[in-house]
């Protein structure tokens, strides 16, 4: 069974940084794409992230563009999002997602990160 | 960046019920089209992949159709465990983008 279990949401204050974690497991984890999606609070949802299977291409939108990085450890079948030079607007629900195969299926419970001072 | 219009942003219809939910796409997407339920709490759940594959478990009750820029998810009979907020998701280009929401309540 896919299981994607997400942490290190909290309290943070502007400007600060945060590196958000996934476990994967149930699956071969270094043969798919890897995804974070955000919702804000009774809000839509926001795709924030994708990578590679090797890690060697990255994509982002233009809002967190040069502030979060996403990255994997494929060794240890874990996702990262480090957010750096947070704002109130990056308060949301993040959640891991598997990109491929099907596309989006497989989504985390979520960890929130509440941006505030 | 493709957007993705919802349509309509909310829905009341009664147990039974055909009910059919819209998103237009920006620019042609081919079939590159995900819709989604959430309920309150919960993580989204992926209904339908690729415009018009059912997810594995998911009631046939559930399914999705269009090509290019316009997308139809329809609930053939409505249930009550139905209630939910449903999204559409392009996966066609970067970036990602959803749909803003269809909120469906019982009436």
């Known amino acids: 069974e896919v299981q994607l279990v997400e942490s290190g949401g909290g309290l943070v204050q502007p400007g600060r940084s945060l590196k958000l974690s996934c476990a994967a497991s149930?699956?071969?984890?270094?043969?798919?794409?890897m995804a974070w999606v955000r919702q804000a609070p009774k809000k839509g949802l926001e795709w924030v992230a994708t990578?590679?299977?090797?890690?060697?291409?990255?994509y982002y939108p233009d809002s967190v563009k040069g502030r979060f990085t996403i990255s994997r450890d494929n060794a240890k079948s874990s996702l990262y999002l480090q957010m750096n030079s947070l704002k109130s607007e990056d308060t949301a629900t993040y959640y891991c997602?598997?990109?491929?195969?099907?596309?989006?299926?497989?989504w985390g419970q979520g960890t929130l990160v509440t941006v505030s001072s | 960046d493709i957007q993705m219009t919802q349509s309509p942003s909310f829905l009341s219809a009664s147990v039974g019920d055909r009910v059919t939910i819209n998103c237009k796409a920006s620019?042609?997407?081919?079939?590159?089209l995900n819709w989604y339920q959430q309920k309150l709490g919960e993580a989204p759940k992926l209904l339908i992949y690729?415009?018009?594959s059912l997810q594995t478990g998911i009631p046939s009750r559930f399914s999705g159709s269009g090509s290019g820029t316009d997308f139809t998810l329809t609930i053939s009979s409505l249930q009550p465990e139905d209630v939910a907020t449903y999204f559409c998701?392009?996966?066609?280009?970067?970036?990602?983008?959803f749909g803003g929401g269809t909120k469906l309540e019982l009436k």
């Open positions: 997602a598997r990109e491929r195969d099907p596309p989006f299926a497989y």
């Open positions: 690729n415009a018009n």
């Open positions: 990578i590679s299977t090797s890690g060697s291409r990255t």
């Open positions: 998701l392009q996966h066609n280009s970067w970036p990602r983008t």
């Open positions: 149930g699956f071969t984890f270094s043969n798919y794409y």
């Open positions: 620019q042609n997407i081919n079939r590159y």
